[in-house]
């Protein structure tokens, strides 16, 4: 017999039914709350194979949108390098072009129920991005890359989604996470719905799970390569969005 996996209603956690098990309620191992079992939706696993981790989920659904979003980028920018267009309308176009590709992973972050970001599936989830948003410095070398920020842009969904998955409050999460990709780190707008978050009942839960994903972040093993050198320093620059708003404790 296998086991069946299902979701609680109430918090949104994850959680396995020993296939023996015959009680019409149970409790969940998380929020505790009693739940009628045969309600629950459920679904059958596979013992032999590893479900695919929400974000690394989302990264494939969204790959020829990022990938789109990057070459549009890029060229956008070479007209601005070659003074065809002012600054202005490349900070116009630049916008809509990230709203465009972040907007959607935006929705469907909002939908996930809770999931934990381990520094393993950090650095399977990077090593798809660096593939995906890597830019060529226009006119010149090809094998020379920059960054225009895309990946900050995206750690930052992924560190705030991460912290933020258990949050009830699916409108204030979708503001969070829309700031956070437009960089507003330290905007007055953005103290104040972290602030909201750390007056609510998740405020433990958010401390906590900022804390193990920061404490995941620094336990990335030495860098070995510039890629794992960029993955810590995209990760480290994208968890400041939420880092910056841990209260002293």
């Not at 194979?49 to 956008?76: M, N, S």
């Amino acid at each position: 017999m296998i086991d069946i996996r299902t979701v609680c209603p109430e918090c949104g956690k994850r959680f396995k039914i020993p296939s023996g098990f015959t009680k019409k309620k149970g409790r969940c191992p998380a929020c505790k709350k009693l739940i009628e079992i045969n309600s629950l939706k459920k679904w059958k696993v596979n013992s032999t194979r590893q479900e695919v981790h929400p974000l690394l989920y989302i990264t494939k659904k969204f790959t020829p949108a990022l990938l789109r979003y990057a070459g549009d980028l890029q060229k956008v920018y070479k007209l601005i390098r070659s003074q065809l267009i002012h600054k202005k309308d490349y900070e116009k176009q630049k916008k809509l072009l990230r709203e465009e590709a972040f907007l959607p992973i935006v929705d469907e972050l909002n939908k996930l129920p809770a999931f934990d970001l381990n520094r393993n599936i950090i650095i399977e989830l990077w090593k798809n991005i660096l593939n995906i948003l890597p830019v060529t410095y226009p006119d010149k070398d090809p094998s020379i890359k920059f960054n225009l920020y895309p990946r900050y842009e995206y750690a930052a969904l992924a560190c705030c989604s991460s912290v933020l998955s258990g949050l009830d409050d699916k409108t204030l999460t979708k503001k969070i996470l829309k700031r956070a990709f437009h960089g507003e780190k330290n905007s007055k707008p953005m103290k104040n719905l972290i602030k909201k978050v750390l007056e609510s009942d998740y405020r433990e839960e958010f401390i906590s799970r900022s804390i193990l994903l920061l404490e995941e972040i620094r336990n990335i093993p030495e860098a070995e390569s510039i890629d794992l050198n960029q993955l810590k320093e995209d990760f480290n620059f994208g968890f400041s969005w939420i880092s910056f708003h841990i209260p002293d404790h």
